[in-house]
């Protein structure tokens, strides 16, 4: 019997799963390779803790790994319901949070690399967890994209550790998930068939879409992030905020040092700020993650469902 141990916890809402124990052996290379290798030999593993019956589409799953650097305190590898991503904002904190609860890390910063390079995280005293992106930055601004029916949506491509397709809708509000997740899904869809990339012909494949935040006093801005599975995110999506201040900072609209509040389209909030990069800008975001829960995966040699289930769409 195979077994994995892992850790759940959700960040604004949207859940992390955090395997500490029973993943098998990626090498020593860098996270990236360590990313392919796992996606190429060891996908069993992505797909028996994030797809049915144990797992759901909106669930984004973790592997710790031993760093490369002494001075890194983790490696890691994110991956949801269709693949793998170069990094992620809400799993970050939800590893710090997670690696906490475990007592392996304390109030402080700690180094942790990622698929899309080296970042940084804060676990504060309020228990809090901040922590510094990649370097962000925009692609191409004021982009349009004509979804089906002839109707023109204009937006910026942006990198945040993720690639972006951004862009403002009147309305972003819990009542509007539907319209807005079927707008997100046909500019998804639009972009493929239009042959918009990001850089080096890079797939995007989030996209966010933003509206006035639930009240000025608690926001700055309210998003819907539809993720690559196709579902969205709980959490106003720390990459996508990166990104977003990318935009913000290009358009001269935020300064560095300026806090940008980030509502989720569930209300719960990321602050962000930046400071300038070389390329881009370097974001900070500030969240908080909690544990919900410690278990065990079981995979039974008897169970043909052990690798999880390709549940048949409508
Ligand atoms: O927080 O960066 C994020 C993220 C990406 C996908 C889901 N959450």
Known sequence: MTRLKYIDSHTGGEPTRVVIAGAPDLGAGSMEERKRCLAAEHDWLRRCLILEPRGSDWLVGCLLQPPVGPRSEAGVIFFNNTGYLGMCGHGLIGVVETLAYEKRIGVGTHQFETPAGPVSATLHEDGTVSFTNVESFVYRKNVDVTLPGGRTVRGDIAYGGNWFFLAEEAKVQAGDLTRLWTRAKEIRQAL?????????????????????????ETADSRNFVLCPGGEYDRSPCGTGTSAKLACLAAKQLLAPGETWRQESIIGSVFTGTYQPASNGILPT???????????ECLLDPHD???????????
């Open 304 to 314: 043909d469902f052990r690798f999880g289930i390709e549940t048949p769409q409508p």
């Open 192 to 216: 493929d068939d239009q042959g918009i990339t990001g850089a080096a012909g890079a797939v995007i494949d989030h996209i966010e879409l933003f509206g006035a935040p639930s009240s000025a």
């Open 285 to 295: 975001i500030r969240g908080r993650a909690f544990v919900t829960g410690r278990s």
